[in-house]
Each structure stands twice: as C-alpha cells, then as structure tokens.
C-alpha cells in the first residue's frame, strides 16, 4: 500500500544563490494540458531483471509497517505526469533494485526515516528525487522538500534530473548555490523562496536560512546526498546540523533521508544524532567493489613514467568515450595539464579554485561531449554522473587528508564515475612511490579484492581495455 500526492508542475530559478540554468525557464516547460497521460498506450517493453541483487542489501525495518517491493513504476503509485515523465525523457524501463526497496519505504504513511546505502551509478538520485516529487503538495507556495548536497556541481545535476522527472507536473524547483556574478541582488533583500522544492549546498541554504529568506515550517522531507560526506567531521558536519536543527523547531516530523554509496563505521555510529527511528539499507562490505568496472594497477619508475602512461592510455582509448582523471591535488591538477597540453594533447582540468562561471562551463562542455579528457580533483569524485565516462585515471591514489592512509570511501566513489548503470568500464591505478603501493595493498584488503597488474606496453594496455569490454 503506497500512500502518493499527484503533482503538477513548474521550475523557475531565481537569482543570487538560485542560480539560473540557460536551458531551464518556466516559459520553456510543457503545459499538461491536452497531453495524453495514457501510460499504457506507451507500450513500454520490460526485462524482467533488476541491476542489484536483493541479496546485497541487509534491510533493517523499524515499527509495523508492511512494505512491498516495486516492480514497476506504477506499483509505486506515482502520478501518470511523472510516469511519463521517466518513460520518455528519462528512457527508464522498471525500477532498479535500490528504487525497488527504497521508494515504498520512502512513499508509504507513517513516512519513516530512511539511510540507504546502493552502489555508484544505480540510481539513488532518482529514488530520492521521486520522493521528493511524491510529497509535494503543489497547491501551498512553499517549500515542501529540502535536498543538500557537497557541491555546486552535484545539486544543479540534480536540480536538472528532478526537472526532467517533474516535466509534465506543477512543481517549482530551485537550486541554492552560489551566485554567478558579483552583482546579484544581496540575499538579505532578495524575495523569500517559494519553490516547492530546494536543492542547494550546505553554505548557501544555511545563509538562506539565516536571513530568514528559507522557510522549513512546511518541509515534509529533508535528503541530504552523499551523506556520509555532509555529516563527516572533516566535511560538511556543522553546516548540515545547523539546518537539520533549524527544521527541527519548525517541522520536528520532517522525514530525512541519507543516501550514498559508502557509510563507514563513524558516520554510521553519528546517524543517530540527524535521525529519529529509521529504516536502514546497507551494502554488505563485500558487495561494495563495483564488479562492472576493471580496475587494474600499474607500476610507475617516476612521475615522468605517469605521464607517459596517460599518453598510452588517451592514444589506445581515442575511440572507446570519455576519462577523467583523478588527482590529489590542484596543484597536481594544473602540473599535469600543461604537460598534456604541452604533448599535444586536448584536456580540461576542474578544481574548487576556479570561478563558478569557469566550472559550469567544463562541466557543460564535458557533459555535451565537446571535451573527452577531464582531470579533476575530487570536486567531481562523488556523484557525478556522466555515462559516456568509461575510464577512468586515479593520477594520484585518493589518501584521507593530512596522513597518508587510503581514503577508502573515496576510492570506491572515484571508481564509480566509470561503469554508471553497470555498464562497461576501467580503472587504471598509477602507483609510483613505496606509499602508493602500500595504500593499493591497503585498498584490496579493505574490499577484499586483487586488482591485477598492468605492464607499461602498449599491448599490455590494449589487453586491459579488452577485457574490460572496451576494445
């Protein structure tokens, strides 16, 4: 028994911190009107699998609730404007398993609080973005539902997934992030949000809040994103329970819901203090390697023999999609493209140090294809999905900051840029240094895994990509 509020909608981006996306106007969403919402004409062709196995998940449910495991979308009781919506603008054909377990617990009375853990590329933004479509009450102007995320990047994709889903609905949506240009109005006079729907960063909802321009007294669900990095000590941790204790005073039964593809045991021990009873969902640790993507190493003399690598890698993978690689640093980030520029080669590099307008554009030029080779620091680590990106470079092993021990929940959502939707992809590891080696070592034992070695040869790394089903 599913319990879901019809929603018919709009989206409009305001100014200052609601930043603008050229392509998202309300004058250029479709009217319902006269649009045939007959699902079943739509003759949707179903493959009778789901992309996880059930038996990955350990399910934990709290109180007498009788939940029931969706089979398709409309056993999810979504509204006919949002079925659509994920039939002809998303191409979606049935739930995956994280949308199958997740969506009924999230939609069903008495709406119980939720921590689900899924693999990378498996569509966990969908499970909470259809959640938060599903609680909307289109007719009261205010917002209803509240998504915080790390990144700049990471919320205007997801306010611009929520806007496909939300097509043919009533809906508002918003994205809280900093402003553009340096003339936007301040927030401290800019009109309060109406949107029903928010998505924003930490910093920027707080400052919203602050200046009273955000009201939560209508909030009916809160989802922070990537949730073990917003409630990590050394991430986003103050900010995010600063807004949950403000929303706490005007909305005290607002459901929250915590998503990402990694939990570890601190966080998992912190939960407790953001959320009320809660259903859980969690990966057993060893299901947490992502079995489409190949991950290889391989052993470098020198910093000169990695870039010499990366040569060998664009060269072979001229024709295969998209790479990104990972480095530690910015300035790591900048040394290494202009070697590669240098070479002769075409790349784009992305680091917090750019400007916003310089950020947006790599992002977009990326996203559009125009750009095939992107180094990136861990900005783009987490949850950016690009499903043309099917290899992917760590230039410099992710380490947990200011030691040298692997940043194991890092690596993994590093891995996960590659191989979105279980589709194909590869991982090649460049270890130079005795402590890279040691952190490798480190890796495979955490996730019980052997990553298997490359040589340096152009054959060698022709028989890589083969096997990965990418030659």
Same mark, same amino acid.
């Given at each position: 028994?599913?319990?879901?509020?019809?929603?018919?909608?709009?989206?409009?981006?305001?100014?200052?911190?609601?930043?603008?996306?050229?392509?998202?106007r +309300?004058d250029?969403?479709?009217?319902?009107?006269?649009? $045939?919402?007959?699902?079943?004409?739509?003759?949707?062709?179903?493959? +009778?699998?789901?992309l996880?196995?059930?038996?990955?998940?350990?399910?934990?449910?709290?109180?007498?609730?009788?939940?029931?495991? @969706?089979?398709?979308?409309?056993?999810?009781?979504?509204?006919?404007?949002?079925?659509?919506?994920?039939?002809?603008?998303?191409?979606?054909?049935?739930?995956?398993?994280?949308?199958?377990?997740?969506?009924?617990?999230?939609?069903?009375?008495?709406?119980?609080?939720?921590?689900?853990?899924?693999?990378?590329?498996?569509g966990?933004?969908?499970?909470?973005?259809?959640?938060?479509?599903?609680?909307?009450?289109?007719?009261?102007?205010?917002?209803q539902?509240l998504?915080?995320?790390?990144?700049?990047?990471?919320?205007?994709?997801?306010?611009?997934?929520?806007?496909?889903?939300?097509?043919?609905?009533?809906?508002?949506?918003?994205?809280?992030?900093?402003?553009?240009?340096?003339?936007?109005?301040?927030?401290?006079?800019?009109?309060?949000?109406?949107?029903?729907?928010?998505?924003?960063?930490s910093?920027?909802?707080?400052?919203?809040?602050?200046?009273?321009?955000?009201?939560?007294?209508?909030?009916? %669900?809160?989802?922070?994103?990537?949730? $073990?990095?917003?409630?990590?000590?050394?991430?986003?941790?103050?900010?995010?329970?600063?807004?949950?204790?403000?929303?706490?005073? *005007?909305?005290?039964?607002?459901?929250?819901?915590?998503?990402? @593809?990694? *939990?570890?045991?601190?966080?998992?021990?912190?939960?407790?203090?953001?959320?009320?009873?809660?259903?859980?969902? *969690?990966?057993?640790?060893?299901?947490?390697?992502?079995?489409?993507?190949?991950?290889?190493?391989?052993?470098?003399?020198?910093?000169?023999?990695?870039?010499?690598?990366?040569?060998?890698?664009?060269?072979?993978?001229?024709?295969?999609?998209?790479?990104?690689?990972?480095?530690?640093?910015?300035?790591?980030?900048?040394?290494?493209?202009?070697?590669?520029?240098?070479?002769?080669?075409?790349?784009?590099?992305?680091?917090?140090?750019?400007?916003?307008?310089?950020?947006?554009?790599?992002?977009?030029?990326?996203?559009?294809?125009?750009?095939?080779?992107?180094?990136?620091? #861990?900005?783009?680590?987490?949850?950016? #999905?690009?499903?043309?990106?099917?290899?992917?470079? +760590?230039? #410099?092993?992710?380490?947990?900051?200011?030691?040298?021990?692997?940043?194991?929940?890092?690596y993994?959502?590093?891995?996960?840029?590659?191989?979105?939707?279980w589709s194909?992809?590869?991982?090649?590891?460049?270890?130079?240094?005795?402590?890279d080696?040691?952190?490798?070592?480190?890796?495979?034992?955490?996730? +019980?895994?052997? %990553?298997?070695? %490359?040589?340096?040869?152009?054959? @060698?790394?022709?028989?890589?990509?083969?096997? @990965?089903?990418?030659?």
């Amino acid at each position: 028994m599913y319990s879901l509020s019809n929603s018919n909608s709009t989206m409009t981006h305001p100014n200052l911190f609601l930043v603008p996306h050229a392509v998202h106007r +309300n004058d250029a969403v479709p009217s319902t009107l006269g649009l $045939d919402l007959n699902i079943a004409a739509l003759n949707i062709h179903r493959e +009778n699998m789901f992309l996880d196995d059930p038996e990955d998940f350990s399910i934990t449910i709290v109180g007498d609730t009788l939940y029931s495991w @969706a089979g398709t979308f409309e056993d999810m009781e979504l509204s006919p404007e949002v079925i659509r919506a994920l039939y002809l603008n998303m191409g979606y054909r049935r739930p995956s398993k994280i949308q199958a377990i997740t969506l009924p617990m999230i939609l069903t009375p008495p709406y119980k609080d939720l921590v689900a853990q899924a693999h990378n590329g498996t569509g966990k933004t969908t499970c909470f973005g259809l959640g938060m479509l599903g609680r909307i009450d289109p007719n009261l102007k205010a917002p209803q539902a509240l998504c915080i995320c790390p990144t700049r990047e990471l919320a205007i994709q997801i306010l611009e997934l929520l806007q496909r889903m939300g097509m043919y609905t009533g809906i508002k949506i918003e994205c809280a992030v900093p402003s553009l240009t340096a003339n936007s109005t301040p927030v401290r006079d800019r009109a309060p949000v109406t949107a029903h729907i928010v998505i924003g960063t930490s910093g920027t909802v707080h400052k919203l809040m602050s200046y009273k321009k955000l009201g939560v007294s209508r909030l009916k %669900v809160l989802v922070f994103d990537e949730a $073990d990095h917003m409630l990590a000590e050394d991430g986003f941790r103050d900010d995010s329970l600063r807004i949950k204790k403000e929303i706490d005073k *005007f909305s005290p039964h607002c459901q929250v819901l915590l998503f990402s @593809a990694t *939990f570890n045991e601190m966080i998992t021990k912190f939960i407790p203090r953001v959320m009320k009873d809660h259903n859980k969902l *969690f990966l057993k640790k060893e299901e947490l390697s992502l079995e489409a993507v190949k991950q290889y190493k391989v052993y470098c003399a020198d910093e000169l023999t990695k870039i010499d690598i990366k040569t060998k890698i664009f060269e072979l993978g001229a024709n295969i999609g998209q790479r990104i690689i990972f480095v530690r640093s910015r300035n790591s980030a900048k040394m290494l493209h202009e070697e590669l520029v240098g070479d002769g080669y075409s790349v784009t590099t992305i680091h917090g140090a750019l400007s916003v307008e310089d950020r947006d554009k790599i992002v977009k030029e990326f996203k559009g294809g125009l750009t095939r080779v992107l180094i990136s620091t #861990d900005l783009l680590a987490r949850g950016f #999905d690009q499903q043309q990106v099917n290899c992917v470079v +760590n230039y #410099d092993l992710p380490i947990k900051r200011g030691t040298s021990e692997p940043d194991y929940e890092l690596y993994l959502h590093r891995c996960g840029r590659a191989g979105r939707f279980w589709s194909k992809g590869s991982v090649f590891n460049l270890l130079c240094l005795d402590t890279d080696k040691l952190v490798m070592e480190k890796i495979e034992h955490y996730y +019980n895994i052997q %990553v298997p070695e %490359v040589k340096i040869s152009e054959q @060698a790394f022709e028989g890589a990509l083969k096997a @990965a089903g990418l030659l």
